[in-house]
């Protein structure tokens, strides 16, 4: 269990990426360190070992349970052995190619024990530079364990120098089956050896019983096994037959039952029939009878008349004489009972195989004297295994120097993705719809991706990329920047892997999500206009069929008139109802539109604001829906479905994703001409309908401020409601104290006689 990062004597150094604080691995000492650190901390807890850009025989090293993943356990277990055998550990993070032999500590018994391999490696190529490299220990390693002798305790036949044994060798492989070597061909092991010698004593003593008893169990000599195939390829058939004639004795009513019934003889008799035809096997060998024996000749089933002729000539001719062309069941239960004594003694025969070499070969290996030498081979086999083993470690100290700290910076942390360096699981870039994509990860298992690629919340599109010489290969890369407007499955592309190699690119499948807020805002109008222009090419279809369909119904009214000598009749006028309502609709729409336009110059000065609200409440649902999905836009899913083990959540923010995706752009500083003899030429409604805003604007302001009442008395001013209201005071106000004061006048006016 790794150690709590807070108890750690090391001093940890974080840097934030991807949302989520990252550990620095930059320092020897962070390597040797390591199993200090929080397994919590780690962004990944497991890899593949295949199908990543990374030297795949390190992985193979460190996967020392051979379960085809790399696990933190296994990276702690190397670490801990790069502890014990190098001196100067600072080699690691050098990016150097191999070891020094000055960096190896010959104080260690596990450090001199490379040390003296990697000696013995230089030497053995004549290399006097003191430097082990990758190649170097690969070479050496590869002869050491192609060779004959190699350590693992599997000795190939072709190891051996003695014919007898090598033949023995070749028999243990093809009788009980052997382990593959190191160097790849198939051997035998000390386990392998025991068996085969075991089952030959198995097997002499097995055929041994069959000389002491053989009037019992081989009741017919060298024939019986022949009877006996026989027997047991009808055995059931006749106990069938048998059995029914039983119950027809028991009730006659069964008999028709019993011989199946006559509806699929008449099925049958439809069909092209062969005398082994599936259809009558399942037919009752012969016509069942009250205590009818069975006959072996005549009105036997033909799909099994071959079988009884093998039986009556192996098994029934010998024993009950060659006249002999029927069976009653008490003759049948007694052949039965004679080979049941040998069918026992089959059962008992020894496995493994070692029976088909036959008891006097059996006998004849057991009384020589080869044992001693396969066993020879495998001790002298084991014997090498110290030195395969160091030349081994020899080549794990070279790559592990060579390729750890890239490996870890793409483990521990994701430092190579995040710096945009290539991680490993980055297998190249990707050129499709103007845009080079270079987040591009292998599909292993496309059955898991279709369920965890939605979760990564990216648009991505599954590529099945070929080369001419037919390798093929699937690929997922993420669409981070641009729009998807000119995606769909059959696009091609152009992949480039890691080697640089290309390969032809089409899309397969499309995950669709957002790229970015720019393209969700314009999302509703670009689905309004795709909806407006599938409802006029439906409206326009389904006029022109109507109009097809007019023009040919009129044209066979008129001919059927032409020929009883008619005139055609007139066109129906418009129906007068028919107009109105049209008219009504237009009255109806026109009234709603007004509306608008009346509540919307209504703003007055807060028209800005208005049209700003009528775009954000058509594109803020878009724009709020791709902003949340963007904010969890996430690598770990497309890694967990290729057998990662993600520990943190990697963010692909909206900065990351510009940077993975590189939308087509003009050098800078180049040349160009904005004169294109193709353009189409421009259209002059735009124009007019600028010219018309514009009037519309300007005489709007020119209402506004008055001008226009100063030219025209008759127009009225557009009221400031805050204005009209201080008037509507004012004037109430004064009409007030006019009233007041003609009342008081009023009251001090002496009255006057008419």
Known sequence: MATNQKQSP?????????????????????ILHLDELDQKLWVALSCPVKGLEFDERTLALLDTDKDGRVRVPEILAAVGWL??????????VEQKDGV???????????????????????????TTNGVLTVADATRTAEVLSKAPLNGDGVVVPSALTDAKARAIAE???????GETDRSGSVGYDRAGLEAFYTGLKALVAWHAEATADAKTLLPLGAGTAAAAEALAA???KVDDYFARCQLVAFDARAQAALNREESLFLELAAKDLTISAEEIEGFPLAAVAASKPLSLVEGVNPAWSAALAKLRESLVAPLLGKDKTTLTQVEWRGLCQTLAPYEAWMGRRPGHGVHTLGAERAAA???????????????????????????????????????????????????????????????????????SLDLCVAVNDPAKHATLAPMSKALLVYVDCTRPSGEKRQIAAAFTAGDNDNLFVG????????????????????????????QAFWS?????LRWIEEQVAKRAAAADDAANAKLQTSAATAGAAVEKGTAPAAPKKMDIGVLAAISVAISGVSVVLGGIMQAFFGLGYLMPLGLLGLVLLISGPSMLIAWLKLRQRNLGPLLDANGWAVNALTRVNIPLGRSLTQVREIPEGAERSLRDPYAPPPALWPRVLLVLVLLGAAGYGSWWMGWIHDVWPSVPYIEDPSVAREEAAKKAKDDAAKEAAEAEAAETTPATDG
Not at 10 to 30: E, L
Not at 367 to 385: S, Y
Not at 403 to 431: C, E, K, M, P, W
Not at 524 to 528: G, V
């Open 524 to 528: 509703p109008y670009k689905k309004a």
């Open 100 to 126: 020094a032999l000055a960096d190896i500590d010959s104080s260690t018994p596990a450090g001199a024990r490379v040390l003296a391999a990697a000696k013995h490696i230089l030497t053995s190529l004549g």
């Open 10 to 30: 090391h001093r940890w150094r974080f840097y934030r990426a991807g949302g989520v604080d990252q550990v620095r691995i930059d320092t020897a000492q962070d």
């Open 491 to 518: 696009r091609n592309g152009l992949f480039y892997d890691r080697k640089g190699r290309d390969w032809d690119a089409t899309i397969a499948k499309i995950v669709d999500n957002p790229i970015s807020i720019g």
């Open 171 to 177: 028999e243990i492989l093809a009788t009980v089956g």
């Open 234 to 236: 009808l055995r059931t």
């Open 365 to 435: 290996i057991l009384a020589g004297n080869e044992r001693q030498a396969l066993e020879t081979a495998i001790d002298a086999d084991l014997a090498e295994a110290d030195a395969v083993d160091a030349s081994e470690d020899a080549e794990r100290l070279a790559r592990y120097v060579t390729h750890l700290h890239q490996l870890l910076r793409n483990f521990v942390n994701f430092a190579d993705f995040y710096s945009r360096r290539a991680a490993i699981f980055d297998v190249g870039t990707l050129f499709l719809d103007g845009r």
């Open 83 to 92: 502890r014990e055998v190098l001196k100067r550990p600072d080699c690691l």
